[in-house]
Structure formats: C-alpha cells, structure tokens
C-alpha cells in the first residue's frame, strides 16, 4: 500500500498539504467539485484519533453566535486563508442563521446534525433587510460531508439531534475577520455581529 493509503496517518498536516493543491490561490472558492474533493479528505480528517481526541467534554467553550459553541480554529494560513475550525454545536437550540464571508466544506465527526442552507431572495440593497428561505436541509451522520459556495451562497443554520454534534469545517478564508451577518426569515431584517462573543 502507497504511503496515501488507508493505513497511513492522515492529520492536519496531511489535510492542510493535500487540499494546498486543490484551492486556488488566496484561498478563493474551487467550485462544486473542488469543494466534493476537500470533502473527500476532510471525510478522511474526521476519523483522525488526533481528532476524535480533541472532541472531549473538557474542551473550552468559544462563544460563536453567542451560544455554547465549543472548540474553535486548528489550523490557518499566516494570510488567513484555510481557515480549519473543529466545533461542537449544542443540540438544546438551533444556531441563528448566518453567513460566513467564505465558501466552505462541512463533515460531522461525532454526533447528529439537523443541517440547514438557506438562499437570499433580496439584492442586499435596502438596509436592514432580507429576505432568506431554506434551500435545502439534511440529517448529518458521522463521516457525511456538506459544502457551500462562496457568498451569497454562504448562509446556514445548525443544531445537533438529541446530542451536541462535532464538526470540522473547513473555510476558504478565515469567517471571523469582519462581523458576520445575522437574518432573522420571520422578521425579514440581517443584523450584523462579530460571531465569537464569549
Ligand atoms: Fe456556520
């Protein structure tokens, strides 16, 4: 068996080296069937025991979207770029939905996911205003894998089944560098917040 084999070790290291050649420079989205190929080797990251070790109870809370979100970034470029985060996200309530000023690729690695994309129907023009609806919604098992385009196909919401839920998500450009934009469907308005608020 070649060293990339089943049997080798596959960690950040070996993540970050691999998917180096499958994003384009500066971190910009590779499109649909690149997003497919980093999820076939974030698929591979999530059965990591280095990773499955990071996902213990003890693990510091960090505050994104102001909720019980735990864990956070674990790998990122000097420049920002490949952005990895591993999060547990709570079950008791669902995340707001959100965006992320990035395209992004999504594998559960313990736990269940009530996953959530949602589109914008507005031009982003009137203040205040935004009209979202869902696009689509999925049940994530351990080893299923998501992704989403660069914005404005970047917006979701989450929460775990019956149990927090472990994700690693891997990001383009790192999400956290400007405030994030929070939609409200019912209420038709986007507000805007720095997402890690402890
Ligand atoms: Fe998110």
Redesign the pocket.
């Given at each position: 068996m070649s060293a990339s084999g089943d049997n080798a070790r596959y960690g950040i290291a070996e993540f970050i080296a691999e998917v180096k050649g499958l994003v384009p420079a500066g971190g910009d989205d590779p499109g649909a069937a690149g997003r497919e190929a980093i999820g076939e080797r974030l698929r591979r990251l999530a059965r990591d025991p280095g990773i499955l070790a990071r996902t213990g109870q003890g693990t510091a809370r960090q505050g994104t979207h102001g909720m019980d979100i735990r864990g956070g970034e674990i790998h990122k470029e000097p420049d920002g770029t490949l952005a990895l985060m591993l999060a547990r996200f709570p079950h008791e309530a669902e995340?707001p939905v959100?965006n992320?000023h990035s395209w992004?690729v999504v594998c559960v690695v313990a736990g269940r996911d009530r996953y959530i994309h949602w589109r914008r129907l507005d031009d982003g023009t009137r203040p205040g205003y935004a009209e979202v609806e869902v696009d689509w919604e999925k049940t994530l098992d351990p080893g299923d894998v998501v992704h989403f385009a660069a914005p404005p196909g970047d917006i979701?919401?989450?929460q775990g089944i019956d149990a927090p839920v472990w994700e690693l998500?891997f990001f383009g450009r790192d999400?956290n560098v400007k405030p994030r934009l929070y939609f409200d469907p019912q209420a038709r308005t986007v507000t805007s917040a720095e997402a890690i608020r402890p």
């Open positions: 995340t959100h992320h992004g979701h919401s989450q998500v999400p």
